[in-house]
Nanobody, 115 residues
Framework: VQLVESGGGLVQPGGSLRLSCSVS????????MSWYRQAPGKELELVAR????????TYADSVKGRFTISRDNAKNTVYLQMNSLQSEDTAVYYC?????????WGQGTQVTVSS
């Protein structure tokens, strides 16, 4: 099982980034996918979640209206489109795959919002 995030980087306030998480080693379409983040000195926070077939999406209140989670089951990839980024969004972002007791994580990608 492997999850590999990409797309992080440095962006100015108000800018946009799109994170990608490519997965292998399991049947992607069977898994609920989530993005979490952890800022320095803070706890891990659920940012967004999408159901296995993509019909249900949930978001943290802090990102509603700015972030969009999506998935392409044909490409085994989940995305996080982040718009109107703020300094408070600075964190390491992690991809998570879950199904029942099965739970897998990526290595994380750094997002830094700064002028």
């Amino acid at each position: 099982v492997q999850l590999v995030e990409s797309g992080g980087g440095l962006v100015q306030p108000g800018g946009s980034l799109r994170l990608s998480c490519s997965v292998s080693g399991f049947t992607f379409s069977n898994y609920r996918m989530s993005w979490y983040r952890q800022a320095p000195g803070k706890e891990l926070e659920l940012v967004a979640r999408i159901s296995s077939v993509g019909g249900l999406r949930t978001y943290a209140d802090s990102v509603k209206g700015r972030f969009t989670i999506s998935r392409d089951n044909a490409k085994n990839t989940v995305y996080l489109q982040m718009n109107s980024l703020q300094s408070e969004d600075t964190a390491v972002y992690y991809c998570n795959a879950a199904r029942g007791a099965l739970d897998s994580w990526g290595q994380g990608t750094q997002v830094t919002v700064s002028s």
